[in-house]
Each structure stands twice: as structure tokens, then as C-alpha cells.
């Protein structure tokens, strides 16, 4: 799960909202 996480800010600058999918 992490590293989907990880890819997916990597891919979208924006870090809050894979945060929030995350959560």
C-alpha cells in the first residue's frame, strides 16, 4: 500500500489528495 502511495505522489504533485484517497 505504501508504495502505491509512494507512485502515486511521485505522480501527482499534489500529496494531500492521495492522502486523502489513502485514508
Known sequence: ???KIV???KQVPD???VGKDAM
Open 7 to 9: 507512485v502515486l505522489a
Open 15 to 17: 500529496t494531500r489528495n
Open 1 to 3: 500500500m505504501s508504495l
